[in-house]
């Protein structure tokens, strides 16, 4: 069998409109990270499964909120999504692109897009939680990994993070695993919550066993937490997500 082709790239320093986003004016040098990456799905809008349908796009609370703000530190922003919904005939590539257009109209143009279209059993190196997607978003942005943040709402996102050698941000929903939470470096209550911690002039990087910082509270107190791996990543449900008509709800277990 041929090895999986690398991730999907699919937009540049434009968004839908042609409009360049705002210079990126921070220090490269200094305590704000190069670049922040999101996962889509339970983190930036409400995670519909194998979800090609741009009018069921609806962002996450406070989501263009927070993305405005790390814009307006002139740091870029991107996304890093699994899609297994195109190894398993769900998904068609003009349907992700018409969900990432949308997800663009709603809440603002993004500097890269790094997409895995693979299943989980085809062994690529970009389906998270693999590094694969956080590289190649920083390569395309030529930032360093050990720059980089990632925020998203399950392990796989963490774990992305921290083999890429970036710092991962976790925000919990419904479909958060507790020992996720529990083993994660960073936790926030929301995206607000989360970006205000990558916007605080504190060093990006977190080594092992550094006490984690914990938005829940709003607080910004650190706190220790127990270090451990996270287990084999999965997106839980809850029990009101919709599965489109047709479509296999995920197994239990896996990760989309």
Same mark, same amino acid.
Request: with cysteine; proline share 13%; net charge positive.
């Given at each position: 069998?041929?090895?999986?082709?690398?991730?999907?790239?699919?937009?540049?320093?434009?968004?839908?409109?042609?409009?360049?986003?705002?210079?990126?004016?921070?220090?490269?040098?200094?305590?704000?990270?190069?670049?922040?990456?999101?996962?889509?799905?339970?983190?930036?809008?409400?995670?519909?499964?194998?979800?090609?349908?741009?009018?069921?796009?609806?962002?996450?609370?406070?989501?263009?909120?927070?993305?405005?703000?790390?814009?307006?530190?002139?740091? #870029?922003?991107?996304?890093?999504?699994?899609?297994?919904?195109?190894?398993?005939?769900?998904?068609?590539?003009?349907?992700?692109?018409?969900?990432?257009?949308?997800?663009?109209?709603?809440?603002?143009?993004?500097?890269?897009?790094?997409?895995?279209?693979?299943? #989980?059993?085809?062994?690529?190196?970009?389906?998270?939680?693999? #590094?694969?997607?956080?590289?190649?978003?920083?390569?395309?942005?030529?930032?360093?990994?050990?720059?980089?943040?990632?925020?998203?709402?399950?392990?796989?996102?963490?774990?992305?993070?921290?083999?890429?050698?970036?710092?991962?941000?976790?925000?919990?929903?419904?479909?958060?695993?507790?020992?996720?939470?529990?083993?994660?470096?960073?936790?926030?209550?929301?995206?607000?919550?989360?970006?205000?911690?990558?916007?605080?002039?504190?060093?990006?990087?977190?080594?092992?066993?550094? #006490?984690?910082?914990?938005?829940?509270?709003?607080?910004?107190?650190?706190?220790?937490?127990?270090?451990?791996?996270?287990?084999?990543?999965?997106?839980?449900?809850?029990?009101?997500?919709?599965?489109?008509?047709?479509?296999?709800?995920?197994?239990?277990?896996?990760?989309?």
């Amino acid at each position: 069998m041929t090895r999986p082709t690398g991730p999907w790239l699919l937009s540049g320093p434009y968004g839908p409109t042609g409009v360049r986003q705002p210079p990126h004016a921070h220090d490269p040098g200094g305590p704000l990270p190069a670049a922040v990456l999101f996962d889509r799905d339970g983190t930036l809008v409400a995670d519909v499964p194998y979800n090609g349908d741009p009018a069921r796009v609806a962002p996450m609370p406070r989501a263009r909120e927070a993305l405005d703000a790390v814009r307006a530190a002139g740091i #870029p922003v991107g996304v890093v999504t699994n899609q297994s919904g195109v190894a398993r005939g769900l998904l068609t590539p003009r349907q992700v692109e018409d969900v990432r257009l949308r997800v663009e109209e709603l809440l603002g143009p993004f500097s890269v897009w790094a997409v895995c279209p693979h299943g #989980p059993g085809e062994g690529c190196g970009c389906r998270k939680p693999a #590094p694969g997607l956080v590289l190649a978003a920083c390569r395309r942005l030529a930032v360093p990994p050990e720059r980089t943040v990632v925020i998203g709402d399950i392990g796989a996102d963490v774990e992305a993070a921290r083999a890429a050698g970036a710092r991962g941000v976790l925000v919990p929903t419904a479909a958060t695993r507790p020992e996720e939470t529990v083993s994660a470096d960073t936790t926030a209550a929301d995206l607000l919550a989360a970006v205000r911690i990558v916007l605080d002039p504190a060093p990006v990087a977190a080594p092992a066993g550094q #006490p984690r910082r914990d938005a829940g509270a709003a607080t910004g107190e650190w706190r220790h937490s127990p270090a451990g791996p996270v287990g084999e990543p999965r997106r839980h449900r809850a029990a009101s997500a919709a599965v489109p008509r047709g479509h296999p709800a995920l197994p239990s277990g896996e990760a989309r």
